[in-house]
């Protein structure tokens, strides 16, 4: 299977301030995507990252708030901006290829204060 | 939503005794997946099963799927303290690749 390496693992921010998360994956991958996971809940996709264009994102995100890029096959950035005590979360990269299926990144454990 | 909807919530085990969890959904599927994910860090893929089937083995795990009632269930069997850990299913809708998850069910084998 293919192996994400997602970073940082772990963070805590300032209020107002954007945290910037990196995912790289060792395989070629057809799809990337983007979750989040609020304290004690289960996932929920914020959008799918497409190479060389602007993201695909679900119902409740924006791109101002949550600008992704993916300049290549295999990695793609999440920027979490202005953010504010409820964007405390666990935020998962995934990707999926044919090949291997879904894997997924450690994740990234944010805390703003 | 598309999210699922798992039960129980939470399910608390002596070690060796098998453990039942449950997940509903509510749209056409092309798969469904089982991940399990210790102490909120990264998910670990355990089990697919896909529309057209309807039992699945690996290991200690059988999971059942029951496209009629958008229904599936994950047992693990012989159940083992490293086994604690929150469970969740996984559908892909029919035709797309991102995946929904349902709410989770919160395992804890007590040694």
């Known amino acids: 299977s293919a192996v994400i390496s997602q970073k940082p693992s772990r963070d805590i921010c300032q209020r107002g301030t954007s945290l910037t998360i990196q995912c790289q994956v060792d395989?070629?991958?057809?799809?990337m995507f983007w979750y989040r996971q609020q304290p004690g809940q289960s996932l929920t996709l914020i959008a799918t990252a497409n190479q060389g264009s602007e993201a695909t994102y679900e119902s409740g995100f924006v791109i101002d708030k949550f600008p992704i890029s993916r300049p290549n096959l295999t990695f793609s950035t999440l920027t979490v901006s202005n953010m504010s005590p409820e964007d405390s979360s666990i935020y998962l990269c995934s990707a999926y290829g044919q090949l291997y299926g879904y894997t997924f990144g450690s994740g990234t454990r944010l805390t703003v204060v | 939503s598309q999210q699922g909807e798992e039960d129980p919530q939470a399910l608390s085990i002596q070690e060796g005794e098998n453990a039942t969890m449950n997940c509903s959904y509510k749209t056409s599927i092309n798969n469904l997946q089982w991940y399990r994910q210790n102490s909120g860090r990264g998910l670990v893929h355990l089990i697919l099963i896909r529309s057209n089937e309807r039992e699945k083995h690996s290991g200690r795990l059988r999971v059942t799927l029951d496209t009629s009632k958008k229904s599936s269930s994950l047992l693990i069997t012989a159940s083992r303290a490293a086994d604690t850990a929150s469970y969740f299913c996984?559908?892909?809708?029919?035709?797309?690749?991102?995946?929904?998850f349902g709410t989770g069910t919160r395992l804890t084998v007590i040694p």
């Open positions: 395989s070629q991958v057809t799809m």
């Open positions: 996984a559908t892909s809708k029919t035709g797309a690749n991102n995946l929904f």
